[in-house]
């Protein structure tokens, strides 16, 4: 297997998908990993007001520049770095500007979204699902949203009820069957994430060695 190990991480909102991303990347060194959100993906609507982009379903498939995301794993494996949008989550606007990311040995795509389109699945040599319980990936977002969007209880409630649940429902529940590796309770499942670190190690040996070295 030529070019960077891409390793899927997907997952309910609130699964605990991040942490696990980032507990991979952390157990490897700095220069050998990068990770791609994504969220960071979302379409710039800048046609709508800032009212229409709050009501706008944000967990559909459609609402994410899926294709731009395959243009760069494709770029990336290829060895060339490219520019990923960033997105601001108060104002429903991607930002003017960008992150360059460089190739690395591996690169790490997380998204509640991530195995739903082909295209993606296609450019993913692991697939993880984190699977957790509704009832805590509910709590969970409740508190992000909270305080770190600066959204009220409200608007967490009405949007979780008319599109976070039935999208789970249609698109990322069924996803589960194109994962490779389930880990049960995201973050809190030391030993699935250190067995998924330690193949990570093994299929990227020599590159993580030499970047470890390197940096």
Not at 37 to 66: F, G, I, K, M
Not at 73 to 101: C, I, N, Q
Not at 103 to 123: D, K, M, S
Not at 141 to 167: A, C, K, L, N, W
């Amino acid at each position: 297997m030529k070019g960077p190990l891409i390793v899927g991480v997907a997952g309910g909102s609130g699964s605990g998908k991040t942490t696990v991303a980032r507990r991979i990347a952390e157990a490897l060194p700095p220069s050998a990993v990068t990770t791609l959100e994504h969220d960071a993906y979302y379409r710039d609507r800048s046609d709508l007001s800032y009212e229409e982009r709050c009501q706008l379903n944000v967990d559909h498939p459609d609402s994410l520049e899926t294709e731009l995301l395959v243009e760069h794993l494709v770029a990336l494996r290829a060895g060339s770095a490219v520019d990923v949008p960033l997105y601001d989550f108060k104002t429903h606007r991607r930002s003017r500007e960008s992150r360059r990311v460089q190739p690395t040995p591996v690169i790490i795509v997380e998204g509640i979204l991530v195995f739903v389109e082909a295209a993606v699945r296609e450019q993913l040599d692991i697939k993880i699902y984190v699977d957790t319980d509704a009832d805590i990936r509910a709590f969970r977002r409740i508190r992000r949203d909270i305080e770190h969007r600066g959204r009220t209880f409200e608007s967490v409630r009405e949007q979780y009820y008319r599109t976070v649940r039935p999208m789970h429902l249609q698109f990322v529940e069924p996803s589960k069957r194109w994962a490779d590796v389930i880990i049960p309770e995201g973050g809190d499942n030391k030993i699935g994430i250190d067995l998924v670190i330690a193949l990570v190690r093994q299929m990227r040996a020599a590159e993580i060695v030499d970047r470890g070295l390197a940096g």
